[in-house]
């Protein structure tokens, strides 16, 4: 087989594969309701609280825009699991016994993750025309203007993001949790690097190109405007139309063409490059772990061969009954074995810094303690969460763990005091603060900050199987919440002022929740098992 049919063999069957699932069709529906809330103006372009009137060019840039930041964040969790996937189902071992190359096998993948991730664009510019037929600001549609900002601003992007999620999986450490944190900070630094160097070509997401072009218009309409464009998301928020402020769209010249296309030749040239490091699922490729394989088998060797020395136990063995009180202590016992799994593993820098944190806790103003080092150091066990009820799939024991006795009640409570017990011990500096300071309210949703984590961690790991989600919900509620101080989605608590109690009980009420929702998926795993 050519290897271009085997490149086109492989993105087709991934793609099959992956939009047959519920995640690519609840990720196609959110992306929808993107498109929804922005048509109905619960997303917009804000220029010092004025827009212009919603011409197809403004329509196609703002509804691009939006789902290009969407999909170049949440976008890379989509698609990063093809790798592993093989890895894990052994089709992977399967293909390396294939002629297959690796630069084949990574283009494959590559094009089916950007084939996924273009299935939402195009959802979107379709979703845009339709608000263009439903706006009646401007009935002039030009298709043009209205398609262009997903052709070259969102396309080019999500190339990007395809081939960045590739290069995540062939890296060793990257492969896990750590990289599924790592992209939250590359795609903020993302955003963030045009605009404070003010260079075009360091713009993946193309923000600059729209800012310049609807920039260099508002000094004209909008009143005493001095620079600057966002997106926001309309809470009570009344924007002000200029009525005289018709954009045509984004001027498209020769060099903001070639300009954008350099970033999907950056990503064709990239792919290669991550097939070199890509270990084609050889999994012994260390001469540690060879070494480590050839002293197991020595040493079974050996235990074999004393065991063939040894008398043949026929009449001798005796089975000796349970005591009676044998249960007594059996969830404390399977308690300290979830703590103890949690723990499993981390080296001693990873203690070094929680203890660090919980100095720093202990040691800063009642402030700080209790708001941006307790969300750091909240964000720092995030592995050992995202661990939380997909353990057993992840390691393939669910058989042996869905066996045992009494295993929901048991097990299920067991595992969630682990992670509120690791919520508490890397938290217990601005709890000591908070009681000091005798701030009941302050105490209270620091105690549901310590509960709702570690329940949204076994809710969503039960429910998908995968730590993924976790991973990156919390990455991006740890930024939105403590790090820009928005009430409601501190989980701290810091941030919410007047209104600690009523939010402190949402929380609550959402950690009951995720629990009772764990529950009912354990208990459904557990009949089909």
Same mark, same amino acid.
Not at 171 to 184: D, I, M, T, Y
Not at 253 to 279: N, Q
Not at 320 to 341: D, K, M, Q, V
């Given at each position: 087989?050519?290897?271009?049919?085997?490149?086109?063999?492989?993105?087709?069957?991934?793609?099959?594969?992956?939009?047959?699932?519920?995640?690519?069709?609840?990720?196609?529906?959110?992306?929808?309701?993107?498109?929804?809330?922005?048509?109905?103006?619960?997303?917009?372009?804000?220029?010092?609280?004025?827009?212009?009137?919603?011409?197809?060019?403004?329509?196609?840039?703002?509804?691009?825009?939006?789902?290009?930041?969407?999909?170049?964040?949440?976008?890379?969790?989509?698609?990063?699991?093809?790798?592993?996937?093989?890895?894990?189902?052994?089709?992977?071992?399967?293909?390396?016994?294939?002629?297959?190359?690796?630069?084949?096998?990574?283009?494959?993948?590559?094009?089916?993750?950007?084939?996924?991730?273009?299935?939402?664009?195009?959802?979107?510019?379709?979703?845009?025309?339709?608000?263009?037929?439903?706006?009646?600001?401007?009935?002039?549609?030009?298709?043009?203007?209205?398609?262009?900002?997903?052709?070259?601003?969102?396309?080019?992007?999500?190339?990007?993001?395809?081939?960045?999620?590739?290069?995540?999986?062939?890296?060793?450490?990257?492969?896990?949790?750590?990289?599924?944190?790592?992209?939250?900070?590359?795609?903020?630094?993302?955003?963030?690097?045009?605009?404070?160097?003010?260079?075009?070509?360091?713009?993946?997401?193309?923000?600059?190109?729209?800012?310049?072009?609807?920039?260099?218009?508002?000094?004209?309409?909008?009143?005493?405007?001095?620079?600057?464009?966002?997106?926001?998301?309309?809470?009570?928020?009344?924007?002000?139309?200029?009525?005289?402020?018709?954009?045509?769209?984004?001027?498209?010249?020769?060099?903001?063409?070639?300009?954008?296309?350099?970033?999907?030749?950056?990503?064709?040239?990239?792919?290669?490059?991550?097939?070199?490091?890509?270990?084609?699922?050889?999994?012994?490729?260390?001469?540690?772990?060879?070494?480590?394989?050839?002293?197991?088998?020595?040493?079974?060797?050996?235990?074999?061969?004393?065991?063939?020395?040894?008398?043949?136990?026929?009449?001798?063995?005796?089975?000796?009954?349970?005591?009676?009180?044998?249960?007594?202590?059996?969830?404390?016992?399977?308690?300290? #074995?979830?703590? +103890? &799994?949690? /723990?499993?593993?981390?080296?001693?820098?990873?203690? $070094?810094?929680? =203890? @660090?944190? *919980?100095?720093?806790?202990?040691?800063?103003?009642?402030?700080?303690?209790?708001?941006?080092?307790?969300?750091?150091?909240?964000?720092?066990?995030?592995?050992?969460?995202?661990?939380?009820?997909?353990?057993?799939?992840?390691?393939?024991?669910?058989?042996?763990?869905?066996?045992?006795?009494?295993?929901?009640?048991?097990?299920?409570?067991?595992?969630?005091?682990?992670?509120?017990?690791?919520?508490?011990?890397?938290?217990?500096? #601005?709890?000591? +603060? &908070?009681? /000091?300071?005798?701030?009941?309210?302050?105490?209270? $949703?620091?105690? =549901? @900050?310590? *509960?709702?984590?570690?329940?949204?961690?076994?809710?969503?790991?039960?429910?998908?199987?995968?730590?993924?989600?976790?991973?990156?919900?919390?990455?991006?509620?740890?930024?939105?919440?403590?790090?820009?101080?928005?009430?409601?989605?501190?989980?701290?608590?810091?941030?919410?002022?007047?209104?600690?109690?009523?939010?402190?009980?949402?929380?609550?009420?959402?950690?009951?929740?995720?629990?009772?929702?764990?529950?009912?998926?354990?208990?459904?795993?557990?009949?089909?098992?």
């Amino acid at each position: 087989m050519s290897p271009i049919r085997s490149i086109a063999a492989i993105a087709h069957a991934d793609f099959l594969e992956r939009t047959r699932r519920y995640s690519f069709l609840l990720a196609l529906l959110f992306a929808v309701f993107l498109g929804y809330a922005t048509a109905t103006g619960k997303v917009f372009l804000n220029f010092d609280e004025y827009r212009g009137v919603y011409t197809s060019g403004w329509i196609g840039t703002l509804v691009a825009m939006v789902i290009t930041c969407f999909l170049t964040l949440a976008g890379f969790y989509i698609v990063k699991n093809s790798i592993e996937r093989d890895r894990s189902t052994g089709v992977g071992q399967i293909l390396a016994a294939t002629p297959l190359s690796k630069t084949a096998y990574a283009f494959g993948k590559f094009f089916s993750n950007f084939a996924v991730l273009s299935c939402m664009v195009g959802v979107l510019a379709v979703a845009a025309l339709i608000m263009k037929l439903w706006s009646s600001e401007d009935p002039r549609i030009n298709l043009w203007a209205l398609l262009s900002p997903f052709l070259l601003l969102a396309l080019p992007a999500v190339a990007l993001t395809s081939v960045c999620a590739l290069c995540f999986e062939v890296l060793p450490l990257l492969r896990g949790g750590l990289g599924n944190v790592a992209w939250f900070f590359v795609w903020s630094f993302g955003l963030s690097a045009p605009l404070l160097s003010g260079r075009r070509w360091l713009d993946p997401v193309g923000i600059m190109t729209v800012a310049d072009s609807l920039g260099a218009e508002a000094t004209h309409y909008v009143p005493n405007y001095h620079g600057g464009m966002s997106f926001q998301i309309n809470i009570g928020q009344r924007l002000h139309v200029v009525q005289d402020w018709h954009w045509a769209g984004i001027p498209w010249g020769m060099h903001s063409v070639l300009l954008r296309l350099m970033w999907f030749a950056i990503s064709l040239v990239i792919v290669p490059l991550a097939a070199l490091v890509f270990d084609r699922f050889d999994s012994a490729t260390s001469a540690r772990r060879r070494s480590r394989a050839e002293n197991a088998i020595s040493a079974t060797a050996q235990q074999v061969s004393t065991a063939r020395n040894l008398p043949h136990p026929t009449s001798h063995i005796r089975l000796t009954p349970l005591a009676s009180t044998a249960h007594a202590s059996a969830f404390g016992r399977i308690y300290l #074995a979830e703590l +103890r &799994l949690a /723990l499993q593993g981390l080296r001693w820098w990873w203690y $070094a810094v929680a =203890a @660090g944190l *919980l100095i720093g806790q202990f040691a800063a103003p009642l402030k700080a303690s209790r708001g941006p080092l307790l969300a750091v150091a909240w964000l720092w066990p995030v592995m050992i969460w995202s661990a939380m009820g997909s353990r057993e799939s992840r390691f393939g024991t669910r058989a042996l763990l869905f066996s045992c006795a009494r295993i929901l009640p048991r097990q299920l409570l067991a595992c969630f005091l682990a992670g509120v017990t690791v919520a508490a011990l890397v938290g217990a500096g #601005a709890a000591f +603060r &908070l009681l /000091l300071a005798h701030s009941s309210s302050g105490l209270f $949703a620091w105690l =549901a @900050g310590a *509960l709702f984590l570690p329940a949204a961690a076994l809710a969503l790991g039960i429910v998908s199987g995968t730590g993924k989600p976790f991973e990156a919900l919390l990455t991006i509620a740890w930024y939105v919440g403590p790090m820009n101080h928005v009430p409601g989605f501190d989980f701290t608590g810091a941030a919410n002022g007047g209104q600690t109690i009523p939010y402190t009980l949402v929380y609550l009420v959402l950690s009951t929740a995720l629990l009772v929702a764990a529950l009912l998926f354990r208990s459904r795993q557990l009949r089909s098992a």
